[in-house]
């Protein structure tokens, strides 16, 4: 599976028609939580859930640790972090004191190695026409008449079922899933969908 993009329009403050210009952005599916990357990595590691998230807190604690002494953090395959702060506006140095200097932010900079992996990643773009005409219980009940006449179906069997994006039938599935409509079975693009006995 792939991402999915829209084309937007680059910012235009002079409003000059002559430079419309577009850039791609990524639309998301969702946010990926802490216990679904998880629930991944277990079959593909030894690792378990309760020692992968004491490693986490562990981490987390000490790059606050670090950062607020003044530190960057480098996480290596992932990036830096960095830390920046915030005043209120002044003209003279003078005018701003240290009691007045406050954290702002954590900075993330993409390490070589996570860029590396990410380069040749599968795009394409959003058919932004294509919306469902159907709610979500119309949707429910044609995914239920269909299953009901195959053994399973997969997140492609879904949009083309019920003309909507794979953002909606990922949500719809997800959601189904967590109501016990469903229960799948498999991995990223290879997860099938089946009735919940």
Same mark, same amino acid.
Not at 77 to 104: H, Q
């Given at each position: ?59 987390? $604690?000490? =790059? ?6 003044? *530190?960057?953090?480098?996480? %290596?395959?992932?990036? !830096? ?75 492609? $069997?879904? =949009? ?6 794979? *953002?909606?039938?990922?949500? %719809?599935?997800?959601? !189904? ?21």
């Amino acid at each position: 599976m792939g991402a999915n993009y829209r084309l937007i329009h680059d910012p235009n403050p002079t409003n000059d028609p002559d430079k419309k210009t577009l850039h791609p952005r990524v639309v998301p599916y969702g946010t990926v939580g802490i216990d679904e990357l998880l629930k991944c990595g277990k079959e593909i590691s030894s690792f378990s859930p309760a020692d992968v998230k004491g490693v986490l807190q562990l981490l987390s $604690d000490l =790059m606050a640790d670090r950062l607020e002494c003044g *530190y960057n953090v480098e996480l %290596d395959g992932i990036g !830096f972090f960095s830390v920046s702060l915030t005043s209120r506006k002044a003209e003279d140095k003078k005018e701003i004191r240290s009691e007045s200097v406050v954290f702002n932010n954590v900075n993330f900079r993409c390490g070589k190695e996570l860029k590396k992996k990410l380069q040749y990643m599968k795009v394409s773009r959003l058919n932004e026409v294509q919306i469902s005409q159907f709610t979500e219980n119309e949707r429910l009940e044609r995914m239920i008449h269909y299953l009901h006449n195959e053994p399973f179906m997969s997140s492609t $069997d879904y =949009m083309t079922l019920n003309h909507c994006s794979r *953002y909606t039938a990922l949500k %719809d599935l997800k959601n !189904f899933v967590a109501l016990n409509i469903l229960t799948h079975k498999g991995y990223r693009s290879g997860r099938v969908y089946l009735l919940k006995a």
